[in-house]
């Protein structure tokens, strides 16, 4: 059985940090592209990063130079390290992974207010 689960989200500040950790189970983590995305409340789920198997990145414009994604294969778990946080960054953020199939996760919230 295939798991993604999410953790790391919560409520931040303006400006602040955080890392959302995905771990997966029940997949050969190595050779899947994991991915970011998010989903505002009234918008569809865009893409935020993506990593592939072979460690190359591709991110959305909206969080270039703020976010960092990562993985850990010994782990089988992506990170998404997320720095000056903005307002418009308050999502759903859901992890991603994709081979042969595609995977999700349950999604974790972030929102960023004073």
């Known amino acids: 059985q295939v798991q993604l689960v999410e953790s790391g989200g919560g409520l931040v500040q303006p400006g602040g940090s955080l890392r959302l950790s995905c771990a997966a189970s029940?997949?050969?983590?190595?050779?899947?592209?994991m991915g970011w995305y998010r989903q505002a409340p009234g918008k569809q789920r865009e893409l935020v990063a993506v990593?592939?198997?072979?460690?190359?990145?591709n991110y959305a414009d909206s969080v270039k130079g703020r976010f960092t994604i990562s993985r850990d294969n010994a782990k089988s778990t992506v990170y998404l390290q997320m720095n000056s946080l903005k307002p418009e960054d308050t999502a759903v953020y859901y992890c991603?992974?994709?081979?042969?199939?595609?995977?999700w996760g349950q999604g974790t919230q972030v929102t960023v207010s004073s």
């Open positions: 991603n992974a994709k081979h042969w199939y595609t995977y």
């Open positions: 029940g997949i050969i983590f190595s050779i899947n592209n």
């Open positions: 990593i592939s198997s072979g460690g190359n990145t």
